[in-house]
């Protein structure tokens, strides 16, 4: 099957072009448009999951050989979660070629997180099975270049380490309250807020409550650490 021009576009994107070209097209076919005669990416994002933490604990293995698992467990965590690999796929714009149903189109999912987050894994079990692990390696370490080396020691999402935070000085966990709401029904805006009970608030918003209570979590911190 040939690939149309957008799909190519793509391959520019990602540094790779497909041998097999129907990997690509099962890697960017979302569960609402799957038939019985066309795969979606569900099989995919299972096996590229596997192999982008296999490359991720291999890449930070060897960016700081004397690290311990604490270190590293938390640096691992931040670079293959999905909001992490939701980034990279709007950094490719992977959601511009991403197959979709009509329901799933109307809901805003070329911008829901986790769709994007599957997708961009799907794409690295397609380059995988099409030209084998360093292929994929190779790629992956393109598109999470910047982020390995930028990866904090201390990388627990932000949300525990807020609530690690609290603890450690006797405060009950934050809470996270949603102060506005905006946008269609399709693709809503959340603002949220992260409280602690001293009253130290910060707020963030974005196109999920995930998304923006992460946000105001880590936008919290910032703030205290700035007091200390």
């Not at 070209?21 to 096996?47: C, G």
Request: proline fraction near 4%; glycine fraction near 8%; include cysteine.
């Amino acid at each position: 099957m040939k690939l149309g021009a957008d799909l190519r576009a793509f391959e520019g994107r990602i540094g790779h072009s497909f041998a097999a070209p129907d990997l690509l097209i099962e890697a960017v076919t979302h569960a609402s448009m799957s038939s019985p005669t066309r795969s979606d990416n569900q099989r995919l994002e299972f096996l590229g999951d596997r192999v982008l933490g296999l490359v991720m604990a291999q890449a930070l293995i060897e960016a700081d050989p004397d690290a311990s698992e604490g270190t590293l467990a938390p640096r691992f965590n931040a670079l293959v979660r999905k909001e992490t690999c939701a980034d990279v796929a709007r950094e490719i714009d992977l959601g511009a070629v991403v197959r979709l149903g009509r329901s799933e189109m109307v809901s805003g999912g070329r911008r829901k997180l986790a769709l994007l987050g599957d997708a961009v894994e799907a794409v690295i079990a397609a380059v995988y099975l099409d030209a084998g692990f360093d292929a994929a390696r190779d790629m992956i370490l393109r598109l999470w270049a910047d982020r390995i080396t930028t990866v904090e020691a201390d990388a627990r999402d932000a949300k525990t380490a807020l609530q690690e935070w609290a603890q450690a000085r006797g405060l009950t966990p934050p809470e996270y309250v949603e102060m506005d709401r905006t946008g269609p029904d399709h693709a809503p805006v959340f603002t949220i807020s992260a409280q602690l009970s001293t009253g130290a608030e910060a707020r963030a918003t974005a196109g999920s409550k995930r998304e923006a209570q992460q946000a105001a979590a880590k936008s919290l911190l910032a703030k205290l650490e700035q007091e200390i």
